[in-house]
């Protein structure tokens, strides 16, 4: 069993800064990469960053040189820094995780926490 837990999220007024956690619990032997993903009311899910383990890192385009994707391993946790937040970054932020899970057998499955709400005021 695995479990992704973000914290982190709020309300913040223009110009203003978040930091978003995702810490991965549970039966894991490593994790390959590690996402923050968003979705807007009426909008698809979109991928905002990712990172992997050997820290390679990408972004969106509407969150480059605002937003930092950094991870912590040895507490299988990922970060989320977004500074210059503006109006149209409101969305529910998801993380998400390709991890390898060592239950009776090991193998590589998808994981996504329950998300976490962001919300810039104009």
């Known amino acids: 069993q695995v479990q992704l837990v973000e914290s982190g999220g709020g309300l913040v007024q223009a110009g203003g800064s978040l930091r978003l956690s995702c810490a991965a619990s549970?039966?894991?032997?490593?994790?390959?990469?590690m996402n923050w993903y968003r979705q807007a009311p009426g909008k698809e899910r979109e991928l905002v960053a990712g990172i992997t383990s050997s820290n390679n890192t990408n972004y969106a385009d509407s969150v480059k040189g605002r937003f930092t994707i950094s991870r912590d391993y040895a507490k299988n946790t990922v970060y989320l820094q977004m500074n210059s937040l503006k109006p149209e970054d409101t969305a529910v932020y998801y993380c998400?995780?390709?991890?390898?899970?060592?239950?009776?057998?090991?193998?590589?499955?998808?994981?996504w926490g329950q998300g976490t709400q962001v919300t810039v005021s104009s």
């Open positions: 998400h995780a390709e991890i390898i899970v060592k239950m009776l057998s090991t193998y590589t499955s998808s994981y």
């Open positions: 549970g039966s894991i032997v490593s994790i390959n990469r």
